[in-house]
């Protein structure tokens, strides 16, 4: 019952983004369901070895910063890859979902972002 009330949470915040970016198009609420659904299962599958393989690609690349602040700039890249992440995941997520259509790269990127920031406080006030 949990994880169905977690699905319905986040198709409701895939619409209310859908209506807040003027380039997210979400066609009703059952591709809403469906999108939800894609993204978690996508989430699921792909997220933590992509931030993991990304965290160590851009630190060891960064390794000059890392060091001088002592580890600290490993909390910059770690959210900087997983901004790219969501970003990836919502890409691939529009692109297997008929109905669900972002129409640019700042639409993309704020609405990672607005779906992040909406997850998050729908999971704080319902849980």
Do not use: E
Not at 51 to 67: D, E, K, S
Not at 69 to 98: D, N
Request: charged fraction near 5%; aromatic fraction near 10%.
């Amino acid at each position: 019952m949990h994880h169905l009330v977690d699905w319905l949470l986040n198709a409701l915040v895939i619409l209310a983004v859908a209506h807040i970016v003027p380039g997210i198009q979400v066609r009703d609420f059952r591709t809403a369901m469906v999108v939800a659904l894609v993204l978690g299962v996508l989430t699921f599958l792909l997220t933590k070895p992509l931030i993991v393989l990304g965290t160590v690609l851009l630190g060891l690349m960064t390794l000059p910063a890392v060091l001088v602040t002592f580890g600290l700039f490993l909390f910059i890249v770690y959210f900087v890859v997983k901004f790219v992440v969501m970003l990836l995941l919502l890409r691939m997520t529009a692109t297997l979902v008929s109905g669900f259509t972002i129409y640019d790269g700042r639409a993309l990127a704020f609405g990672a972002v607005l779906i992040a920031l909406l997850q998050s406080l729908v999971m704080v006030v319902f849980h």
